[in-house]
């Protein structure tokens, strides 16, 4: 059985406020406010977690509140490893309003000089890397370079590591560089690479094999949200349907809680076929909670039940 690594190099405290009836240019009343301590990395550990997965969440933090942020994570249940720099984990909020889509507002104030970095690579290249799959998420922070970042993940992968990169940081160039196990581009990143975005889970299957033969990843997952997604290694091309939710509550954070489905299928050694319809499960499920709270098993469960794997 794979063993799972998550590595966030920038994390945030995620504040999500409820206006039902936000309207942009005008003072709104906030009605609820929750604080979650997040980043792309640590929604797919939670999400491994709250559903009985074993995973270890490699995690900067900063020393001005990292205590709180470190605190949160143990509370949900989250095994860490923690490397400390200074200054202040940034934050993020998100506007919920009761109708239409959820505005969110990203600080890029994060710095990570390179000695710190330089330790959480010993320490993941120490580990045997063979047995292991790995998540590197979220963008680069300031005080990183890429080109570095693009070396570490390299000897990662070269180590034998499985390894999914999930970052708006890279390009395509940087990607078929990298060559990772796994990309899920979102609909920007697909217009980057293919200059189009796919609107059928067809078209979809069709841009994911043609991004695995163009070498930006051994395998390609594209979600079209509410639709499903597609996934294919270049040779074989699966749609994934997924049941339709009503009334979904946060969309934010599902696609990070699809690949800890699909890292949690993987480490299991589960067919193909399984692992992807947990991965959607997991990403589906993520949609009926709150914020960035991860996926409930039970719904989980419930949603994998309704979901079909179809070869494209």
Same mark, same amino acid.
């Given at each position: 059985?794979?063993?799972?690594?998550?590595?966030?190099?920038?994390?945030?405290?995620?504040?999500?406020y409820?206006?039902?009836?936000?309207?942009?240019?005008?003072?709104?009343?906030?009605?609820s406010?929750?604080?979650?301590?997040?980043?792309?990395?640590?929604?797919t550990?939670?999400?491994?977690?709250?559903?009985?997965?074993?995973?270890?969440?490699?995690?900067?933090?900063?020393?001005?509140?990292?205590?709180?942020?470190?605190?949160?994570?143990?509370?949900?249940?989250?095994?860490?490893?923690?490397?400390?720099?200074?200054?202040?984990?940034?934050?993020?909020?998100?506007?919920?309003?009761?109708?239409?889509?959820?505005?969110?507002?990203?600080?890029?104030?994060?710095?990570?000089?390179?000695?710190?970095?330089?330790?959480?690579?010993?320490?993941?290249?120490?580990?045997?890397?063979?047995?292991?799959?790995?998540?590197?998420?979220?963008?680069?922070?300031?005080?990183?370079?890429?080109?570095?970042?693009?070396?570490?993940?390299?000897?990662?992968?070269?180590?034998? *590591?499985?390894?999914?990169?999930?970052?708006?940081?890279?390009?395509?160039?940087?990607?078929?560089?990298?060559?990772?196990?796994?990309?899920?581009?979102?609909?920007?990143e697909?217009?980057?690479?293919?200059?189009?975005?796919?609107?059928?889970?067809?078209?979809?299957?069709?841009?994911?094999?043609?991004l695995?033969?163009?070498?930006?990843?051994?395998?390609?997952?594209?979600?079209?949200?509410?639709?499903?997604?597609?996934?294919?290694?270049g040779?074989?091309?699966?749609?994934?349907?997924?049941?339709?939710?009503?009334?979904?509550?946060?969309?934010?954070? *599902?696609?990070?809680?699809?690949? *800890?489905?699909?890292?949690?299928?993987?480490?299991?050694?589960l067919?193909i076929?399984?692992?992807?319809?947990?991965?959607?499960?997991?990403?589906?499920?993520?949609?009926?909670?709150?914020?960035?709270?991860?996926?409930?098993?039970?719904?989980?469960?419930?949603?994998?039940?309704?979901?079909?794997?179809?070869? *494209?």
């Amino acid at each position: 059985m794979k063993e799972i690594r998550t590595v966030t190099l920038n994390p945030s405290f995620d504040l999500h406020y409820s206006i039902p009836n936000f309207e942009s240019g005008k003072e709104n009343l906030v009605t609820s406010v929750e604080i979650e301590a997040g980043g792309k990395g640590i929604n797919t550990s939670r999400a491994l977690s709250a559903n009985g997965v074993k995973n270890l969440a490699y995690v900067v933090v900063g020393r001005e509140n990292g205590g709180d942020f470190v605190a949160r994570l143990q509370r949900d249940g989250m095994t860490c490893r923690v490397f400390e720099t200074e200054g202040r984990i940034r934050e993020n909020l998100t506007v919920h309003p009761d109708h239409g889509k959820e505005t969110r507002i990203s600080l890029n104030t994060f710095r990570v000089p390179e000695p710190v970095l330089h330790a959480l690579e010993t320490e993941l290249l120490a580990e045997r890397l063979p047995d292991l799959l790995i998540s590197f998420s979220g963008r680069i922070p300031m005080g990183v370079d890429k080109g570095r970042t693009i070396e570490m993940l390299r000897k990662l992968i070269h180590g034998g *590591a499985k390894t999914v990169v999930d970052s708006s940081s890279f390009s395509p160039d940087d990607l078929r560089e990298i060559h990772p196990w796994l990309i899920k581009p979102n609909e920007q990143e697909i217009m980057d690479f293919l200059g189009r975005v796919p609107g059928t889970l067809r078209e979809a299957a069709v841009a994911a094999k043609e991004l695995v033969q163009n070498g930006v990843s051994e395998t390609v997952m594209i979600s079209l949200g509410g639709d499903g997604a597609a996934w294919s290694n270049g040779k074989d091309s699966y749609c994934l349907h997924i049941p339709k939710l009503e009334h979904p509550i946060s969309t934010i954070g *599902a696609g990070d809680s699809t690949i *800890a489905g699909l890292l949690a299928g993987t480490a299991q050694g589960l067919p193909i076929e399984q692992t992807l319809g947990l991965a959607v499960a997991y990403g589906t499920a993520a949609c009926m909670t709150p914020g960035t709270q991860p996926p409930r098993p039970e719904d989980v469960r419930a949603v994998l039940a309704r979901v079909t794997v179809e070869m *494209a």
